[in-house]
């Protein structure tokens, strides 16, 4: 007599076996689901940071030495502020310098503009990063011009993560960079 069929010992081990490769090759797609999507956490940081950095580095980059009052900065011309930095930046719409603040809050960067050349008339802040990242930090640290003698540096430190909370651990970036004013405040 022939047998044609399976025993019962053979289709258990076959099926453990199918469910054994079933169980490695959906861990292998969730764990490269996992790393796609961490990279893609990772390039909407650098994204945003690199259109906030870059942002900010033009309006520097174009900034004029406040008046003798400080009516942009203070009196004291501090630029640097506890929560952000204030500065004469070109307003090419009006063809005229405006007085602007970069800063911190809501754990996103945003931007003030003034109608003149004062840090009385500032308007409403916009922000310069979405909701899809959180920034923990934005330092500002300017060299030079304090006693009008030499050309100020700004160094921009941005510390940044994802907002996904489904990653973990969360994609964070923490970028650095210096600029300098491109009209340099130079005297014979």
Do not use: H, W
């Amino acid at each position: 007599m022939e047998n044609k069929g399976l025993t019962l010992v053979e289709l258990l081990i076959s099926v453990s076996i199918f469910g054994i490769l079933a169980i490695i090759l959906i861990g292998i797609f969730v764990a490269a689901l996992n790393a796609q999507a961490s990279v893609l956490q990772n390039q909407e940081i650098l994204g945003q940071a690199s259109y906030a950095l870059e942002y900010m580095d033009r309006s520097i980059r174009m900034a004029l030495r406040d008046d003798a009052a400080g009516a942009c900065s203070g009196a004291d011309k501090n630029y640097n502020t506890a929560s952000g930095i204030v500065f004469l930046a070109f307003d090419a719409m009006a063809g005229d310098y405006r007085c602007k603040r970069f800063y911190l809050e809501d754990n996103k960067i945003k931007e003030q503009k003034s109608i003149d050349k004062t840090a009385a008339n500032f308007g409403a802040g916009v922000e310069l990063t979405s909701s899809k990242v959180r920034v923990n930090g934005l330092i500002f640290s300017v060299l030079g011009d304090v006693l009008d003698v030499s050309q100020p540096q700004v160094t921009i430190l941005i510390n940044m993560e994802s907002n996904n909370r489904r990653l973990v651990p969360l994609p964070s970036m923490v970028i650095q960079t210096s600029v300098s004013q491109r009209n340099l405040n130079i005297s014979d």
